[in-house]
């Protein structure tokens, strides 16, 4: 087994390194133009006189802001810092460093024009008033880092009263990209996906939709023990009735014995845990793993320190152990789905994201790592495997046609290459801008 020290100085090092270069870089986003400026003349075009023409046009026929703006690739990440990953309510403006690294993975790994909004409320019904009144600027809106159950009231009303693709990373993203984990963990530890046992640990945004999409993927919900911060999941839970109906339902759903208890009454005899709880790293122990069915699978995905550290996790007898770090094996994270589901979501110009979007996206990201050779310790791609985010965005993109919620229809075949060229337009920028100094260099190790 390795040194624990030095694992844990390892685990250390991206905070202490954040703390060196986000103050040297000054933030980790700017815009740049994206015409050409010939000469001052192009002013008259570019602003007044010359731009009042297509703003008339858009007036008269408003699908043309798609051709006249950047619209069409503009995101907005929209947080108002009450769950920032496992730090809980910091608010907007503490939010800003991950909503920014949101922005610069959009960009980098999918193409995608993000931007943060972070703003200042803790009331669900004025961010949902605060994105309705923004979306004409943007193709779609990312949320992200908001408590429950406020999440779950902000994404499902603005998905039904948005014009454009309302998505919330941590229930759909996460979601898709777990899913697509759990399809090749099965697969490594010789089970089938509808009749495992399964312990989700931890009951918010991530796990609620997890469930969710699991359940379409192939689960049984009856085999399903969930755990939040007062115990199991069951019908006798009848305080989630009002205030929490995801969890209520999943009450009404799930745990078929209707196990009562805690973490370890749920992951006993489990074939697979996937947990979304505190940070750990001793939130989940090594006497819950060996309670746990032969050949195990974890996900111990709190960030950003997993549940359990994944080196105990092994000696404890887990066959496949995943956290949400991208230091570690296996790294179940959201970074390998939305730059590539909102890349193809945008291509087609969607109204929405269907969880069969998002479902579509897990199967192929799934696909994508079975192509190159399934191993314990690669379940699912990671992000410098490039070609992960255009098979992604292609997936996404033609099942949206296939469920007629696309504006635009291409074939198979032109999607591929508009993910393609868009993508690897991206990196060569930032490689070229890094090249020439337009990115400062990265000062000396400390």
Same mark, same amino acid.
């Given at each position: 087994?390795?040194?624990?020290?030095?694992?844990?100085?390892?685990?250390?090092?991206?905070?202490?390194?954040?703390?060196?270069?986000?103050?040297?870089?000054?933030?980790?986003?700017?815009?740049?133009?994206?015409?050409?400026?010939?000469?001052?003349?192009?002013?008259?075009?570019?602003?007044?006189?010359?731009?009042?023409? @297509?703003?008339?046009?858009?007036?008269?026929?408003?699908?043309?802001?798609?051709?006249?703006?950047?619209?069409?690739?503009?995101?907005?990440?929209?947080?108002?810092?009450?769950?920032?990953?496992?730090?809980?309510?910091?608010?907007?403006?503490?939010?800003?460093?991950?909503?920014?690294?949101?922005?610069?993975?959009?960009?980098?790994?999918?193409?995608?024009?993000?931007?943060?909004?972070?703003?200042?409320?803790?009331?669900?019904?004025?961010?949902?008033?605060?994105?309705?009144?923004?979306?004409?600027?943007?193709?779609?809106?990312?949320?992200?880092?908001?408590?429950?159950?406020?999440?779950?009231?902000?994404?499902?009303?603005?998905?039904?009263?948005?014009?454009?693709?309302?998505?919330?990373?941590?229930?759909?993203?996460?979601?898709?990209?777990?899913?697509?984990?759990?399809?090749?963990?099965?697969?490594?530890?010789?089970?089938?996906?509808?009749?495992?046992?399964?312990?989700?640990?931890?009951?918010?945004?991530?796990?609620?939709?997890?469930?969710?999409?699991?359940?379409?993927?192939?689960?049984?919900?009856?085999?399903?023990?969930?755990?939040?911060?007062?115990?199991?999941?069951?019908?006798?839970?009848?305080?989630?009735?009002?205030?929490?109906?995801?969890?209520?339902?999943?009450?009404?759903?799930?745990?078929?014995?209707?196990?009562?208890?805690?973490?370890?009454?749920?992951?006993?005899?489990?074939?697979?845990?996937?947990?979304?709880?505190?940070?750990?790293?001793?939130?989940?122990?090594?006497?819950?793993?060996?309670?746990?069915?032969?050949?195990?699978?974890?996900?111990?995905?709190?960030?950003?320190?997993?549940?359990?550290?994944?080196?105990?996790?092994?000696?404890?007898?887990?066959?496949?152990?995943?956290?949400?770090?991208?230091?570690?094996?296996?790294?179940?994270?959201?970074?390998?789905?939305?730059?590539?589901?909102?890349?193809?979501?945008?291509?087609?110009?969607?109204?929405?994201?269907?969880?069969?979007?998002?479902?579509?996206?897990?199967?192929?990201?799934?696909?994508?790592?079975?192509?190159?050779?399934?191993?314990?310790?690669?379940?699912?791609?990671?992000?410098?495997?490039?070609?992960?985010?255009?098979?992604? &965005?292609? &997936?996404?993109?033609?099942?949206?046609?296939?469920?007629?919620?696309?504006?635009?229809?291409?074939?198979?075949?032109?999607?591929?290459?508009?993910?393609?060229?868009?993508?690897?337009?991206?990196?060569?920028?930032?490689?070229?801008?890094?090249?020439?100094?337009?990115?400062?260099?990265?000062? @000396?190790?400390?």
């Amino acid at each position: 087994m390795p040194d624990e020290n030095e694992l844990i100085k390892k685990a250390e090092k991206p905070g202490k390194d954040a703390m060196r270069l986000h103050p040297h870089f000054k933030g980790k986003i700017r815009s740049v133009l994206k015409c050409g400026v010939r000469n001052m003349g192009d002013f008259g075009i570019w602003y007044t006189p010359g731009v009042a023409k @297509p703003c008339l046009d858009i007036r008269d026929n408003p699908e043309t802001v798609f051709e006249h703006t950047n619209k069409a690739n503009m995101l907005a990440v929209v947080s108002n810092g009450t769950r920032v990953l496992g730090l809980g309510d910091i608010g907007a403006e503490a939010s800003i460093p991950v909503m920014e690294g949101k922005a610069l993975l959009f960009k980098y790994l999918g193409g995608v024009d993000a931007w943060p909004v972070c703003v200042d409320t803790k009331d669900p019904d004025k961010l949902i008033d605060i994105v309705m009144n923004i979306q004409p600027c943007f193709g779609g809106i990312n949320l992200e880092d908001i408590r429950q159950p406020d999440c779950f009231h902000i994404l499902d009303t603005l998905r039904e009263t948005a014009r454009i693709p309302i998505w919330h990373d941590d229930q759909q993203g996460t979601a898709a990209v777990t899913v697509a984990g759990m399809i090749n963990a099965v697969k490594i530890v010789g089970k089938e996906m509808s009749k495992i046992k399964l312990a989700l640990i931890g009951a918010g945004a991530a796990n609620v939709a997890i469930y969710r999409l699991l359940k379409a993927a192939g689960i049984n919900p009856e085999n399903v023990i969930v755990t939040d911060s007062k115990g199991t999941l069951h019908k006798g839970r009848t305080e989630l009735q009002e205030k929490y109906k995801e969890k209520w339902q999943i009450c009404q759903e799930s745990n078929a014995d209707q196990v009562k208890g805690g973490i370890m009454e749920a992951m006993k005899g489990a074939d697979a845990c996937i947990a979304l709880s505190t940070p750990g790293p001793e939130t989940l122990k090594p006497e819950h793993i060996k309670a746990m069915a032969k050949d195990p699978i974890l996900f111990a995905c709190a960030n950003p320190v997993p549940e359990i550290w994944p080196w105990v996790a092994k000696e404890a007898g887990a066959k496949v152990v995943a956290t949400g770090r991208s230091d570690f094996p296996n790294q179940v994270n959201n970074s390998v789905g939305f730059p590539g589901i909102f890349r193809g979501t945008l291509d087609v110009r969607a109204k929405t994201i269907t969880d069969e979007m998002c479902i579509a996206a897990a199967m192929e990201l799934a696909k994508v790592a079975e192509d190159k050779g399934l191993r314990e310790d690669y379940i699912i791609p990671t992000m410098d495997e490039w070609e992960v985010f255009p098979r992604e &965005a292609v &997936a996404v993109g033609m099942k949206a046609i296939e469920q007629g919620v696309a504006r635009i229809k291409y074939t198979k075949e032109e999607l591929m290459k508009i993910a393609e060229d868009t993508i690897r337009t991206a990196r060569e920028e930032t490689e070229w801008m890094m090249k020439e100094g337009w990115i400062i260099p990265f000062p @000396p190790e400390a």
